[in-house]
Every structure is written in C-alpha cells, then in structure tokens.
C-alpha cells in the first residue's frame, strides 16, 4: 500500500524526479569480526539496502553513493557518509551515518552487507527497500516506511510477529501466504506460533509493506 506519507518518503529519496541523471559520489566499506557469543545490529539512515547472511564469522558492509549531477548540496552530503562500529563479546553495532533519513535528501545509497547467518540480526532503519536473506538464525526489524522482505530458514522459526502501521504484511510458508489481519483499515498485524525452532522474527513497520518467508533451506 503506497499512501501519501509512504510516498512522499520515497520520492525525497529518490531525488523527487524519474528524468534526473545522477553520478557516481563515493563509497564507504567496512569490515568486523564478529564474536562467536554477539548479536549483530544495523542501523541505516535510508537507502537501498541487501543484507546476506553468509558463512563465516566476519562482518562486510559496503555503500555505494550517487549524486545529481552538479547538485552542490547532495556532495556535501555525501561527505558525511561513514560507517561506525561498536563491539564486545555480546554484540555488534554497526550504524551508517548520518543516522536521520533526512540528512540524505537527494543521495542515492545502494547498501550491501554480508554478516555470519548463525548470528542474531536487528536492524533498524529510517526509509528505503529493504532485503533480508540466507539467515539462519533470529531477525528483528524496526523501520519507519518502505519494502521489506525477510528470508529466514523454516526450522530455526518458531514464531512470527508482525506490525505494519500503514501497509500490507505477510508471512509465506511452504510457499503458501498468510495475510496479516486488518486493523482501523490502513494497517495489519500477524502472529503465527506454529513454528518448530527456537527464534522469533519480530517486524515493527509504520509505512509500507513487510514479508516474511521461511525458507526450507
């Protein structure tokens, strides 16, 4: 469901115009060992991010930035652009600042990030599309408007719980879809118990739509 204020978040972000011609503005990467025992939490101000999980136990995230070609304002922006990290033996945070989707008013960011797929996930994001897939383990999500999908190994869930403010939201298993119920008419809310694992994937979505798949491998 893509209403006013869903829209009006994609197109600042998107630079508010189809004809616009934008170039490339930088990169940032960032690379972090991840403790056998830690979470791994994201933070991402806006964009279009992929998340992987991926054998292994190290940490890889990389932005790619564009700007409208002569948009002064957008390269100074652009500058701004940096990963932080905090880390012990409990968790990992990763942030992409500036951390207010605001600040990125007409910056393009396509997000890649590989983490350990037997790892914890939360992520936290402001606006944008985002993906989630190959995990194996349990996935939290709170984000303010866009897209989301999840993908996440069947037998690892045990429980789904999703809320969508304004939007559609779903849960597929064995290929077969499960609507979340309505609420006031504009949002939708879904809790499924059903599962035989021991996570619980827990999606918190104010503007847009959030899918959930549990994947049998």
Not at 40 to 48: H, S, T, Y
Not at 75 to 99: C, M, N, W, Y
Request: charged share 20%; net charge negative; aromatic share 4%.
């Amino acid at each position: 469901m893509k209403l006013q204020v869903y829209v009006l978040s994609a197109l600042m972000l998107s630079g508010c115009a189809a004809n616009r011609e934008f170039i490339d503005a930088g990169s940032e990467t960032i690379r972090q060992a991840v403790p056998a025992t830690a979470a791994i939490k994201l933070q991402v101000g806006a964009g279009e991010v992929v998340i992987r999980g991926v054998s292994g136990s190290e940490l890889n995230a990389h932005v790619e930035l564009s700007c409208q070609q002569g948009d002064q304002g957008c390269g100074r922006r652009v500058e701004k652009v940096h990963f932080t990290s905090q880390a012990d033996t409990s968790a990992i945070l990763i942030s992409l600042e500036p951390s207010s989707m605001y600040a990125w008013h007409d910056v393009q960011a396509r997000i890649d990030v590989s983490v350990p797929r037997d790892r914890p996930l939360r992520v936290q994001m402001g606006a944008g599309d985002l993906e989630i897939t190959g995990m194996h383990n349990c996935v939290a999500l709170d984000m303010y408007a866009g897209d989301a999908e999840i993908h996440i190994k069947e037998s690892a869930v045990g429980s789904v719980s999703l809320d969508v403010g304004t939007g559609d939201t779903a849960l597929v298993v064995d290929g077969k879809p499960l609507a979340g119920k309505r609420a006031l008419l504009v949002g939708a809310e879904l809790d499924w118990h059903d599962g035989d694992g021991w996570c619980q994937v827990l999606g918190d979505l104010q503007f847009g739509d959030l899918t959930v798949y549990l994947d049998s491998e």
